[in-house]
């Protein structure tokens, strides 16, 4: 799929993979590259030769007419798996973010399924609101959530809060988008966490998000972010709406989808 991807393109990848840059969680050494083309699936990788970033490219040029070659390094960057013995839960939703702003130029992103990541072009989800918010969503709602039922339920949600936003029901649009905060940040928590926990009614959304940023599911502007969202989506009670004062307006929900994709992103890639 990745095989006609520009040079230019390549050598971001190559960057991205060697760790040097502000924001990428692991700098790779030569053997660490090395390491993560055979852990790909490479065959007979070559010794390493400095500098680090243009044996890379080298590399990821040679193999770019063998089908599924590059594809496979790109996947492995954004798996979980390449960090668990670095201990950082959040490596994999940080590397996949940067490589879908890079691939994005040429129609393509990273998305996670069951724990695992996959290609595909971009947009190409029935349930991602691509062009809502500045922060893409790469996730579907059978990526996040296992139950179909439940799935389709908060995806309801995801689509009414888009029917809302397009015909001005702002208060509307942003109590959905916090039911469907709840509703992912819950089944979260009833997977993820060991039990016996508490039932579904005593989980506030306030504790959901606490506990998903304790636990490491979500980065912390998500959590910061989302705690904003959650006194907004309390305007769903009249008298709290009387208190607040100004009513939420297009630019409220503009500001709430960024949470809400940022979310549903970490949790697909701390699934």
């Given at each position: 799929m990745?095989?006609?991807?520009d040079?230019?393109?390549?050598?971001?990848?190559?960057?991205?993979?060697?760790g040097d840059?502000?924001?990428l969680p692991?700098?790779?050494?030569?053997?660490d590259l090395?390491k993560?083309?055979?852990?790909?699936g490479?065959q007979?990788v070559?010794?390493?030769?400095?500098?680090?970033r243009?044996?890379?490219?080298?590399?990821?040029?040679?193999?770019?007419?063998?089908?599924?070659a590059i594809?496979?390094?790109v996947?492995?960057?954004?798996?979980r798996r390449?960090?668990?013995?670095?201990?950082?839960p959040l490596?994999s939703?940080?590397?996949?973010?940067?490589l879908?702003?890079?691939l994005a130029v040429?129609?393509?992103e990273?998305?996670?399924?069951?724990?695992?990541?996959?290609?595909?072009?971009?947009g190409?989800a029935?349930?991602?609101?691509a062009d809502?918010?500045?922060?893409?969503?790469h996730?579907t709602?059978?990526?996040?959530?296992?139950?179909?039922?439940l799935?389709?339920t908060l995806?309801?949600?995801l689509?009414e809060?888009?029917?809302?936003?397009?015909?001005g029901?702002w208060l509307?649009?942003?109590i959905?988008?916090?039911?469907l905060?709840e509703?992912?940040?819950l089944?979260?928590?009833?997977?993820?966490l060991?039990?016996?926990?508490k039932?579904?009614?005593d989980?506030?959304?306030?504790?959901l998000?606490q506990?998903?940023?304790?636990?490491k599911?979500?980065?912390?502007?998500?959590h910061?972010?989302g705690?904003v969202?959650?006194d907004?989506?309390?305007?769903?009670?009249?008298?709290?709406?009387r208190?607040f004062?100004d009513?939420?307006?297009?630019?409220?929900?503009?500001m709430?989808?960024?949470v809400?994709?940022a979310?549903?992103?970490?949790?697909?890639?701390?699934?």
């Open positions: 990745l095989e006609a991807l040079d230019n393109v390549l050598q971001a990848i190559a960057y991205i993979a060697c840059g502000d924001g692991v700098r790779r050494t030569g053997s090395a993560l083309l055979q852990q790909a490479w007979n070559p010794r390493f030769q400095e500098p680090r243009a044996w890379l490219h080298g590399q990821l040029r040679t193999r770019r007419n063998q089908p599924g594809e496979a390094v996947k492995r960057l954004a798996d390449e960090y668990i013995n670095r201990n950082l490596a939703a940080q590397v996949t973010e940067e879908n702003r890079l040429e129609g393509f990273v998305a996670h399924s069951l724990g695992r990541p996959t290609i595909r072009p971009l190409s029935a349930a991602q609101p809502t918010g500045d922060t893409a969503l996730a709602m059978t990526d996040l959530v296992r139950d179909p039922a799935a389709a995806q309801q949600r689509t809060a888009q029917i809302c936003e397009r015909n029901a509307s649009a942003i959905m988008l916090g039911g905060l509703g992912v940040l089944d979260a928590a009833s997977e993820r060991p039990h016996p926990q039932p579904a009614r989980w506030t959304l306030s504790k998000i506990t998903a940023y304790q636990e599911w979500i980065q912390r502007d998500a910061r972010f705690d969202l959650r907004y989506r309390n305007l769903v009670h009249p008298n709290v709406a208190e004062g009513p939420p307006d297009k630019d409220t929900v503009s709430c989808w960024p809400v994709n979310t549903l992103n970490d949790l697909a890639a701390t699934a």
